[in-house]
């Protein structure tokens, strides 16, 4: 391919050669011309010279003193002035933010959690995201922790046991987005709880067996015959909280039994057994998982559990587990 710049300079160059050397050849006969003028030829006469007196001047008209100058924006300008800041310390530039305000959809979608205390130390804990419907949540309180999902809607709702008198509720959804909130339980302090946390399908129970009873008798707290706050509040024995839905995906479930130990008198002791039921869910896996306890005298403690499940020919069998969580002992109130 041609290149067109070489070629226009060559262009050029050869035009200028060209031109110098018609210039070279024919210098001599312009000299011959010139010398060969007639001795009558009439000298040039020159312009006459305008005295400066008479030399018209323009000058630019003054500008009336009341002339305002239009505004047009503060985008330049803002620029300008931080320019000029630097030159005057007493001028106050304007600001910029990066912060970009929220639009409407954004302020609408955006979740919140509304947490109250409620009767047996419980907290309600309401979550309102109306654009994360059927949404897989993650809701945390102290060490307690399980997985559960929005409505169609993005509502929520549910009732747990506090582990603590100042209970921070952490709501987290897939992708990390996380809100807060927080109340104060003053209750927390009568009730002995106990809780297991596990990740997997159910298949782990507790089993709180008050003063002396056995399997199946009234007085067996367990998912089965799991009471409810009130049994506590009326001071007539402990309740079992059952939380997580097998349902989401990588669920993680828990259970929490509590006992009012400040409303109940008399003595005794209530005999807590985990069992690990045997399921096509369960058998040959290992489950993870921890235990928490929680003392009237409000400190908690938690340990680890790692559990090998019986393989698939064991279905329909459970796993006692009798000192993975300690009996509470009941003092004369």
């Given at each position: 391919?041609?290149?067109?710049?070489?070629?226009?300079?060559?262009?050029?160059?050869?035009?200028?050669?060209?031109?110098?050397?018609?210039?070279?050849?024919?210098?001599?006969?312009?000299?011959?011309?010139?010398?060969?003028?007639?001795?009558?030829?009439?000298?040039?006469?020159?312009?006459?010279?305008?005295?400066?007196?008479?030399?018209?001047?323009?000058?630019?008209?003054?500008?009336?003193?009341?002339?305002?100058v239009p505004d047009i924006g503060t985008g330049g300008s803002i620029i300008h002035a931080r320019r000029l800041a630097a030159l005057d310390t007493g001028f106050d530039a304007p600001t910029l933010s990066d912060v970009q305000t929220p639009t409407p959809?954004?302020?609408?979608?955006?979740?919140?959690?509304?947490?109250?205390?409620?009767?047996?130390?419980?907290?309600?804990i309401r979550v309102s995201a109306p654009c994360d419907g059927n949404a897989r949540i993650t809701v945390n309180h102290a060490s307690l922790s399980f997985t559960d999902a929005t409505d169609s809607d993005?509502?929520?709702?549910?009732?747990?046991?506090?582990?603590?008198?100042?209970?921070?509720?952490?709501?987290?959804?897939?992708?990390?987005?996380?809100?807060?909130?927080?109340?104060?339980?003053?209750?927390?302090?009568?009730?002995?709880?106990?809780?297991?946390?596990?990740?997997?399908?159910?298949?782990?129970?507790?089993?709180?067996?008050?003063?002396?009873?056995?399997?199946?008798?009234?007085?067996?707290?367990?998912?089965?015959?799991?009471?409810?706050?009130?049994?506590?509040?009326?001071?007539?024995?402990?309740?079992?909280?059952?939380?997580?839905?097998?349902?989401?995906?990588?669920?993680?479930?828990?259970?929490?039994?509590s006992f009012p130990a400040d409303r109940i008198a008399g003595k005794g002791a209530v005999r807590m057994v985990v069992e690990a039921e045997v399921t096509d869910a369960t058998c040959d896996k290992v489950i993870e998982g921890y235990t928490i306890e929680l003392g009237t005298d409000g400190h908690s403690r938690e340990v680890a559990l790692e559990l090998a499940m019986p393989d698939c020919d064991a279905i329909g069998g459970y796993l006692v587990l009798k000192n993975l969580l300690q009996d509470m002992k009941i003092a004369s109130n």
């Open positions: 391919m041609i290149d067109k710049r070489r070629l226009t300079t060559a262009a050029v160059t050869l035009a200028v050669a060209f031109g110098t050397g018609y210039l070279m050849q024919n210098s001599s006969s312009v000299s011959e011309r010139s010398s060969a003028a007639p001795e009558n030829a009439k000298p040039a006469v020159s312009a006459p010279d305008v005295p400066v007196e008479n030399e018209v001047k323009a000058e630019l008209p003054d500008l009336p003193s009341d002339l305002s959809f954004e302020m609408a979608c955006k979740p919140v959690v509304f947490v109250d205390p409620a009767p047996g130390a419980m907290i309600d993005g509502n929520y709702a549910i009732s747990i046991p506090a582990i603590q008198e100042v209970a921070q509720v952490e709501v987290v959804f897939d992708g990390g987005r996380k809100i807060l909130a927080d109340t104060l339980v003053l209750t927390v302090n009568g009730y002995n709880r106990s809780a297991i946390v596990w990740q997997g399908q159910p298949g782990l129970h507790i089993h709180a067996l008050e003063f002396g009873a056995d399997y199946g008798d009234a007085g067996d707290v367990w998912a089965e015959a799991a009471r409810g706050p009130e049994h506590g509040v009326k001071a007539l024995g402990g309740f079992l909280t059952k939380l997580g839905n097998p349902n989401v995906m990588n669920p993680k479930m828990a259970e929490v039994y």
